[in-house]
T-cell receptor, first 111, second 117 residues
Framework: GNSVTQMEGPVTLSEEAFLTINCTYT??????LFWYVQYPGEGLQLLLK?????DKGSNKGFEATYRKETTSFHLEKGSVQVSDSAVYFC??????????FGTGTQLKVEL | GAVVSQHPSWVICKSGTSVKIECRSL??????MFWYRQFPKQSLMLMAT?????????EQGVEKDKFLINHASLTLSTLTVTSAHPEDSSFYIC?????????????FGDGTRLSIL
């Protein structure tokens, strides 16, 4: 079955620092890949997605590239802000829209 | 954009009572919805897939008689936690894919925090 592995947190950065959160997946076939963000006490919001190899998803300064050769979908942002503090989940789809989530990575950005 | 509404957002009740949580797709139809459970500082665990017009599909280890799911219409799914006990306390989240393809993102409700005393 599908699985998603992402780096453990928490990750603490200073404002304007560079962010990388690693994510790798295992899957049969060619899954779609997603990054979701969860702010405290809220549900999940889609941050970005990629549906095929070499696709780059981007939103709000965040980027991730679907790398089939390394089965990875690492999340990056060049300059983080305090408002980016949240939990980030990497996810992949198998058949029937069923999402498989990574364990989540908590990001804390400090002034 | 597409929105999923989940209600209530917070429930506190006594042990032994049943609690119903609603999940609505507000501007799109969803033949399938998903119910997740999230423990503090942990990932989402898929509990079941709610199917409009047919029985829900439960993940391994999830008690179907404990967590009743009804997909009454193309815009509404409900999760009822029956005879709730303190160990059922958790954050429950629903989601619905806007389209039928697996490459379409899912829209999540804001979650329901359930506390059983």
């Amino acid at each position: 079955g599908n699985s998603v592995t992402q780096m453990e947190g928490p990750v603490t950065l200073s404002e304007e620092a560079f962010l990388t959160i690693n994510c790798t997946y295992t899957a049969t076939g060619y899954p779609s890949l997603f990054w979701y963000v969860q702010y405290p006490g809220e549900g999940l919001q889609l941050l970005l997605k990629a549906t095929k190899a070499d696709d780059k998803g981007s939103n709000k300064g965040f980027e991730a590239t679907y790398r089939k050769e390394t089965t990875s979908f690492h999340l990056e942002k060049g300059s983080v802000q305090v408002s980016d503090s949240a939990v980030y989940f990497c996810a992949s789809t198998g058949g029937g829209n069923k999402l498989t989530f990574g364990t989540g990575t908590q990001l804390k950005v400090e002034l | 954009g597409a929105v999923v509404s989940q209600h209530p957002s917070w429930v506190i009740c006594k042990s032994g009572t049943s609690v119903k949580i609603e999940c609505r797709s507000l501007d799109f139809q969803a033949t399938t919805m998903f119910w997740y459970r999230q423990f503090p500082k942990q990932s989402l665990m898929l509990m079941a897939t709610s199917n409009e017009g047919s029985k829900a599909t439960y993940e391994q280890g999830v008690e179907k008689d404990k967590f009743l799911i009804n997909h009454a219409s193309l815009t509404l799914s409900t999760l009822t936690v029956t005879s709730a006990h303190p160990e059922d306390s958790s954050f429950y989240i629903c989601s619905a894919p806007e389209g039928g393809e697996s490459n379409q993102p899912q829209h999540f409700g804001d979650g329901t925090r359930l506390s059983i005393l």
